[in-house]
């Protein structure tokens, strides 16, 4: 399926991360638009300014953590596709992530195959 | 009041399951980072008065400044993790890590890159600790530094072991395909190496 119209928001404070995951949706052709946000505020912001099909969020961030983040985005808007990033197959991490609506994570180091797998899934989805 | 110490067995056990953490999970995750294959070795753990600290500054650490990635995990265990290698090993490592063929001074790109580093392997290591002593930890945000080893260990060294006025130190060193090779050295005091030992 061709995403290259849509629009991917990446929240992360490292700048390497959110590079290595703009590599990774370019690659995969899976946007035409990639914005960035460094924290959890920029990223609730970003979100409601640019109004994204998807968004990649990091879990552990100064300023407002992605589960912050997220409930935020949530509330915004309750059909918002949110994929999470974790360093670490935090389990209790991911499941309250999902149960606030996130629809899938990935982890750090990334495996580009699968990455790039997990957001065009979420892109497909309604 | 007597400080606390840990048994040669206690040393024993702690050296164990560091070494199962980091040469599974550590490692997988450096060599998924750099793309090739990596190897490592786990030294041995040891108790050190803060007297004895500059003990732990490798020969190659004494005339040149490092580039490190320190940070804290706490919870229901305090341990202290620095990585660090010599800067221009450092530079190599960041432009490994970007796919750039040259490098230069530090750009805030490449600090980025080895903070992520840090934060990813360390992920890997306390994920790996978490399940094996069943034990609940919470990363701090990772630093980045460039100075002497001595400098990067003593202001570790001062928020971990300040009360018990020791350390207990381990050591890993990682070695990948290319030639890239990366310090680990994990710090805790005595009370949280005993936490550990108990599986929380």
């Known amino acids: 399926m061709n995403h290259s119209a849509k629009k991917i928001l990446v929240v992360d404070d490292a700048s390497f991360m959110r590079v290595v995951l703009k590599d990774i949706i370019k690659g995969n052709g899976l946007a035409s638009e990639i914005i960035e946000a460094v924290d959890g505020v920029e990223g609730v912001k970003a979100y409601q300014t640019q109004k994204p099909d998807l968004v990649t969020m990091d879990v552990n961030m100064p300023r407002a953590d992605g589960i912050q983040a997220l409930r935020a985005i949530m509330k915004i808007d309750p059909a918002a596709k949110v994929i999470m990033v974790t360093s670490v197959e935090q389990k209790q991490i991911v499941q309250d992530a999902m149960k606030l609506g996130a629809r899938d994570y990935i982890v750090k180091p990334f495996d580009r195959g699968n990455v790039g797998l997990v957001l065009n899934k979420v892109l497909r989805q309604r | ?18 070494f199962k953490c980091i040469s599974t999970k550590t490692v997988d995750a450096l060599s998924m980072l750099l793309g090739e294959p990596v190897r490592c070795s786990v030294g041995k753990i040891r108790l050190y008065d803060f007297a004895e600290l500059d003990e732990l500054t490798p020969a190659f ?75 609940k930890t919470n990363a701090d945000v990772p630093g980045f530094a460039v100075d002497t080893f001595k400098s990067l260990l003593e202001f570790q060294a001062v928020e971990i072991g300040i009360t018990s006025q020791s350390l207990i130190a381990c050591s890993a060193e990682f070695h990948s395909e290319s030639d890239l090779k990366l310090r680990m050295l994990i710090i805790l005091d005595p009370a949280n190496a005993k936490k550990l030992l108990v599986k929380c």
Request: a positive charge; proline letters at 1%.
């Open chain 2, 1 to 18: 009041m007597q400080a606390l110490t840990l048994t040669g067995n206690e040393l024993g056990r702690l050296s164990e399951v560091f």
């Open chain 2, 61 to 135: 650490a004494d005339s040149e400044d490092m580039s490190a990635v320190y940070l804290r995990q706490s919870g229901d265990i305090q341990v202290g993790v620095l990585y660090y290698m010599p800067k221009k090993e450092g530079k190599r490592f960041a432009a490994r890590l970007l796919g750039k063929k040259r490098f230069g001074a530090f750009t805030k790109l490449e600090q980025s890159s080895l903070s992520e580093t840090g934060n990813i392997l360390s992920g890997s290591f306390f994920g790996a600790l978490a399940k094996e002593q069943n034990c």
